[in-house]
């Protein structure tokens, strides 16, 4: 297992790779290149000078977050093949740079939604939350200017501004598919990708649906169990897996998380998790929370006892994280909260390690 922490390049975080550096336990960062927009090659060039920066700070560059899928291969419109092969292509140019891992998702439209990204809790700290009311209803262009409006200056992956006006026009797109002409279109990708992946040593893995059910009647990939199995179905390799993410299966309380891990860990199909608490509001709605279990309801003992015991031997990342100590930071990615969750998941580790002695 590798301990990681998520990094935004080109002055896009309030958190340095100094200070990343400096938390016990930390050897790399997953890293990314929102400035290029969708569907566009990602050069040779400008991955291995983020590569330098990273590796001149003493960390690894082994995971990228993320690669996007363009919005014309999940259509399965006829540009999808010229936009794959691009897409085949910055997987060989991370492969040359020394990335072994992509995490990327296949939800339409956005990657994720919250509709208060600053919402204060009991303890005086801030934590993004979801009030499935609170959005189902508005406009995604509605949803993107307030989030916008919280975002303390920094990007939004998935929600970039110019992407707004194209958002309506893409839901009413996907409201006319049928749910399986969609998920033939994840087989395509799949299909196309996966000899790649053996080619150039990539695991591939996809993440959950944020939130795990539908919204603005969009067709939904990675939500439970049932969805991963047939996800996973789709294209046997086993470079094809999964960003096990906690707080988005979580959310949904019917999930039992501990046993997915098992479940899918042990096939050798988790390749990168993603661990966060959150507490729900029954039936759709939740915030998030530190990771120490007493503080959400997720058992985080039983997700890391869950993953070390189906000898998961990939990476960990502490997602998002409380606003505490009067940071200001991009939303769910400030330093100390996170840092804390890093040092709570490796304590947590540790225990497993010597209690299976």
Request: glycine share 8%; aromatic share 10%; hydrophobic share 35%.
């Given at each position: 297992?590798?301990?990681?922490?998520?990094?935004?390049p080109?002055?896009?975080?309030?958190?340095?790779?100094?200070q990343?550096?400096?938390?016990p336990?930390?050897?790399g960062?997953?890293?990314?290149?929102?400035?290029?927009?969708v569907?566009?090659?990602?050069?040779?060039?400008?991955i291995?000078?983020?590569?330098?920066e990273?590796?001149?700070?003493?960390?690894?560059?082994?995971?990228?977050?993320?690669?996007?899928?363009h919005?014309d291969?999940?259509?399965?419109?006829?540009?999808?093949?010229r936009?794959i092969?691009?897409?085949?292509t910055?997987?060989?140019?991370?492969?040359?740079?020394?990335?072994?891992c992509?995490?990327?998702?296949f939800?339409?439209?956005m990657?994720?939604?919250?509709?208060?990204?600053?919402?204060?809790i009991?303890?005086?700290?801030?934590?993004?939350s979801?009030?499935?009311?609170?959005?189902?209803g508005?406009?995604?262009?509605a949803?993107?200017?307030?989030?916008h409006?919280?975002?303390?200056?920094f990007?939004?992956p998935?929600?970039?501004?110019e992407?707004m006006?194209?958002?309506?026009?893409?839901?009413?797109?996907y409201?006319?598919?049928p749910?399986?002409?969609?998920?033939?279109?994840?087989r395509?990708?799949?299909?196309?990708?996966m000899?790649?992946?053996?080619?150039?040593?990539?695991?591939?893995?996809?993440?959950?649906?944020?939130?795990?059910?539908?919204?603005?009647g969009?067709?939904?990939?990675?939500?439970n169990?049932?969805?991963?199995?047939k996800?996973l179905?789709?294209?046997?390799?086993?470079r094809?897996?999964?960003?096990l993410c906690?707080g988005?299966l979580g959310?949904?309380?019917?999930?039992?998380?501990?046993?997915?891990?098992?479940?899918f860990?042990?096939q050798?199909r988790?390749?990168?998790?993603?661990l966060r608490?959150?507490?729900?509001?029954?039936?759709?709605?939740?915030?998030?929370?530190?990771?120490?279990?007493?503080?959400?309801d997720l058992?985080?003992?039983?997700?890391?006892?869950a993953?070390?015991?189906?000898?998961f031997?990939?990476?960990?990342?502490?997602?998002?994280?409380?606003?505490?100590?009067?940071e200001?930071?991009?939303?769910?990615?400030g330093?100390?909260?996170?840092?804390?969750?890093v040092?709570?998941?490796?304590?947590?580790?540790?225990?497993?390690?010597?209690?299976?002695?």
């Open positions: 297992m590798k301990m990681i922490f998520r990094w935004f080109n002055g896009d975080d309030s958190v340095t790779l100094d990343i550096r400096q938390i336990g930390v050897s960062v997953a890293a990314c290149m929102p400035h290029i927009p569907g566009e090659v990602w050069q040779q060039d400008d291995l000078a983020m590569r330098r990273i590796n001149d700070h003493g960390l690894e560059m082994e995971v990228i977050e993320s690669v996007n899928i919005e291969i999940k259509k399965g419109l006829p540009s999808r093949d936009l092969e691009n897409y085949i910055t997987v060989r140019n991370l492969h040359n740079a020394g990335v072994r992509i995490c990327y998702n939800m339409p439209v990657d994720w939604a919250r509709s208060d990204l600053a919402r204060p009991e303890d005086g700290s801030t934590v993004m979801y009030h499935h009311a609170d959005l189902d508005l406009d995604p262009a949803i993107g200017d307030s989030m409006s919280e975002a303390r200056g990007s939004l998935g929600w970039e501004r992407r006006p194209q958002m309506s026009a893409d839901i009413c797109f409201r006319e598919m749910v399986e002409c969609y998920w033939d279109n994840i395509y990708f799949l299909d196309a990708v000899p790649y992946a053996d080619m150039y040593d990539m695991k591939f893995a996809i993440h959950p649906d944020d939130p795990p059910w539908q919204l603005f969009l067709p939904k990939v990675i939500t169990a049932d969805s991963i199995r996800f179905g789709l294209n046997n390799s086993s094809n897996g999964l960003t906690t988005s959310a949904n309380g019917d999930n039992d998380v501990p046993s997915m891990i098992r479940e860990a042990s050798g988790v390749h990168f998790a993603h608490n959150i507490k729900r509001t029954p039936p759709r709605d939740f915030h998030e929370t530190a990771h120490l279990s007493a503080c959400g058992d985080m003992f039983e997700i890391v006892r993953l070390h015991d189906s000898g031997d990939g990476y960990i990342r502490p997602d998002h994280g409380r606003m505490i100590w009067g200001q930071a991009r939303p769910g990615y330093l100390y909260d996170r840092a804390l969750g040092e709570y998941i490796l304590g947590l580790w540790e225990a497993c390690e010597k209690f299976s002695r």
